[in-house]
């Protein structure tokens, strides 16, 4: 007898890396179910609010359900404040907006990323039930344990058990941090058969946003 399953992942990798006055959240653009590709042209990431972005991967049904969630939260935050939501802000309306769902949770795994109110880059990773942490740099999806591994050894962000607390942005450029980006990325999909076909780079800064894509494995 077939067994009721509500879930289903679509694959797909995200990463972001937070610097002194940048963040850079990118993703990949397939889109697929098993051995299936069912588009190659799928974003993964949504902007949320002027200097915050949420890049998200594994099922795509909870994922749009999850950004419209969050859009309607934001919109009734404006209204209230007259104001637009920062990134740390946001970052907790979404843990509880995940923990919310709890016991019925959103199959996503998300990182958020964008400037804090210092203008500092901020990144936040987070598990499907509202867990957590502001890090440096993060990576989710079907290709994550490929790149953790290759962003820890060129970005070795400090331990969050020292004290006094360090500062977790990573020490490179702008530039050198989208170059590392398009590495990872470029390693993962010949590795990560749910990886590939282009990669979308956000690019958040003081003077706004912007996007840029390369193109990848499409095998």
């Known amino acids: 007898m077939a067994r009721f399953d509500p879930y289903e992942n679509n694959g797909g990798?995200?990463?972001?890396?937070?610097?002194?006055?940048?963040?850079?959240?990118?993703?990949?653009?397939?889109?697929s179910v098993?051995?299936?590709?069912?588009?190659?042209?799928?974003?993964?990431?949504?902007?949320?609010?002027?200097?915050?972005?949420?890049a998200s991967s594994g099922f795509q049904g909870d994922i749009k359900a999850l950004q419209k969630n969050l859009a309607a939260k934001?919109?009734?935050?404006?209204?209230?404040?007259?104001?637009?939501?920062?990134?740390?802000?946001?970052?907790?309306?979404?843990?509880?907006?995940?923990?919310?769902?709890?016991?019925?949770?959103?199959?996503?795994?998300?990182?958020?990323?964008?400037?804090?109110?210092?203008?500092k880059g901020c990144v936040f990773s987070y598990d499907a039930v509202g867990s957590y942490e502001r890090t440096g740099y993060s990576a989710q999806g079907t290709g994550a344990a490929l790149m953790m591994p290759v962003l820890d050894n060129?970005?070795?962000?400090?331990?969050?058990?020292?004290?006094?607390?360090?500062?977790?942005?990573?020490?490179?450029?702008?530039?050198?941090?989208?170059?590392?980006?398009?590495?990872?990325?470029?390693?993962?999909?010949?590795?990560?058969?749910y990886t590939g076909d282009r990669l979308e780079i956000v690019v958040i800064n003081s003077s706004g946003t912007r996007r840029e894509y390369i193109e990848l494995r499409k095998d």
């Open 13 to 31: 990798t995200c990463v972001a890396v937070a610097g002194a006055d940048y963040c850079v959240v990118a993703a990949d653009t397939r889109l």
């Open 74 to 119: 934001e919109l009734v935050y404006e209204h209230n404040h007259n104001k637009k939501m920062s990134c740390p802000a946001m970052a907790q309306l979404l843990s509880n907006t995940l923990y919310y769902k709890r016991f019925f949770p959103y199959y996503a795994f998300n990182v958020l990323g964008g400037l804090d109110n210092q203008g």
């Open 34 to 54: 098993g051995y299936s590709i069912l588009t190659r042209d799928h974003s993964k990431i949504a902007q949320l609010a002027d200097k915050c972005v949420l």
């Open 154 to 193: 060129q970005l070795k962000s400090p331990s969050p058990l020292l004290l006094p607390a360090r500062d977790a942005v990573t020490p490179l450029s702008e530039s050198e941090a989208v170059d590392l980006v398009k590495d990872v990325f470029a390693s993962a999909t010949e590795r990560d058969i």
